[in-house]
């Protein structure tokens, strides 16, 4: 068989779907892609992915792709694991950890989905795509659409970040804003799918950009030696990522992979559930973090619900997690559940303030919704509920430099004929 995949899953109630075919929703709910993990296990170990080219594509049996048809690819290579003495030491912290998805082809985590999403639409036949973004997504998919010849239409609300409107156009697509948020992006993408002719690309709307999400939970293995970290903390909007990362973990699981799966734990701290959590041994507790202005997944975790209602007035700077609702949201909730872990909500007036902080500390270029994982993990720790000694792993998941609204520089100006050394010395 030229590919790994053994069938598609409908989330909500597990109904068996084919692959091969293209599909977006069942039931107005997400799609799971499928393995047949025996005939994974039997055709590729670990030592053989150390082998292969450090992209996201050595991953390839776990990829929904067939391995004869060449992928659409911009180059997404592997993301560093970069540990943070200084920023750690702040937080009092001597194992923290940031993967720091900056640097991929298009400055943000959305090269990943799109990479995996757009070659099997191409593979599919597909000649048109749109999508609604809050910010990078559209500038990915039109990236990767340009590379595969394929016509992209984004939508975006009216005040998303202004590279994030330039992005789509300097691609190519056909680029609009609208006078609402995400969701109602969401509907004229929808609305238009038959009067257009194009295949609805939306945050899991359709199963393969969960698929490229995934590889974020692969390589953060394969980069810790086949452990996973005690806890990570990840800034949720859609959840593409989140969801996607743990699907991978309980993939790598069932292959065998995990060291941190077995019974004695490979390297660190056992991670402990947090109160009222489920928990999965061996397993990392996910910590989704959300933006006071639009926090969803945290309010229905907090009310023990499994499905997020519509966050009313949504408004945060950190545009990638201005989501008010998501179609994935009870494969959201129940990551976090089975992992132990927890949703919370960072403060909007701190962003800033720790955008500057961490990338000051590190030198990495800390994006708003990251900023909010700091917030979040500072007061964690001081409640106790983060341990000194966790392994940490925090997602960057985009570019600083692509939310220039977020942190104006005014800086202070020079007389070049009467330079104010006082001012220089601070």
């Known amino acids: 068989m030229p590919h790994f995949v053994s ?3 409908a989330a909500i109630d597990g109904t068996v779907l084919p692959f091969g075919t293209v599909a977006n929703l069942h039931n107005g709910r997400p799609i799971w892609v499928r393995y047949d993990l025996d005939r994974v296990r039997a055709a590729v170990t670990p030592a053989d992915i150390a082998t292969r080219p450090p992209t996201l594509w050595r991953y390839r049996e776990l990829l929904p792709l067939p391995a004869e048809v060449e992928p659409v690819t911009l180059g997404e290579g592997m993301t560093p694991l970069l540990h943070c003495p200084r920023l750690g030491k702040q937080l009092g912290l001597s194992n923290l950890y940031v993967k720091d998805e900056s640097q991929l082809p298009t400055g943000s985590f959305k090269s990943r989905g799109m990479t995996a999403a757009v070659s099997v639409a191409k593979w599919l036949g597909v000649t048109r795509v749109a999508l609604p973004t809050a910010g990078n997504a559209g500038g990915a998919a ?17 005040d998303t970040p202004v590279v994030s409107q330039f992005e789509p156009h300097l691609y190519g697509a056909k680029a609009f804003r609208v006078n609402g948020l995400i969701n109602d992006c969401g509907k004229i993408v929808k609305d238009g799918t038959d009067r257009m002719g194009w295949f609805d690309l939306s945050t899991l709307k359709e199963p393969y950009r969960l698929e490229g999400k ?64 489920q928990g999965s041994p061996g397993m990392p507790r996910l910590i989704s973090c959300q933006a006071e202005g639009c926090a969803p997944i945290a309010r229905a975790f907090e009310r023990g619900e499994r499905f997020a209602e519509l966050f009313p007035n949504a408004h945060t700077v950190a545009s990638g997690l201005r989501v008010p609702v998501a179609v994935g949201d009870f494969m959201i909730l129940d990551a976090i559940r089975a992992s132990g872990g927890t949703a919370e909500v960072g403060a909007e007036a701190k962003i800033g303030a720790w955008m500057k902080r961490a990338s000051a500390a590190e030198g990495i270029s800390v994006c708003p919704e990251t900023a909010v994982c700091f917030d979040v993990l500072e007061r964690m720790v001081a409640a106790g509920r983060v341990k000194q000694d966790e392994r940490v792993v925090v997602f960057n998941t985009g570019a600083a ?16 004929d009467r330079v104010d050394w006082s001012l220089i010395a601070g």
């Open 142 to 158: 039109a990236a990767y659409a340009a590379r595969a010849g394929i016509e992209c239409f984004v939508f975006m609300p009216h």
């Open 401 to 416: 430099p692509k939310y220039l609204e977020a942190l104006p520089a005014d800086l202070p100006r020079i007389d070049k």
């Open 214 to 277: 995934k590889t974020m939970g692969l390589e953060l293995a394969e980069q810790m030696g086949w452990d996973l970290p005690e806890t990570i903390f990840y800034p949720t909007g859609g959840g593409t990522g989140l969801i996607g990362m743990w699907k991978a973990f309980a993939e790598l699981r069932e292959l065998g992979w995990l060291s941190s799966a077995n019974p004695e734990r490979q390297g660190g701290g056992e991670a402990h559930p947090l109160p009222g959590a």
């Open 7 to 9: 069938h598609l899953e």
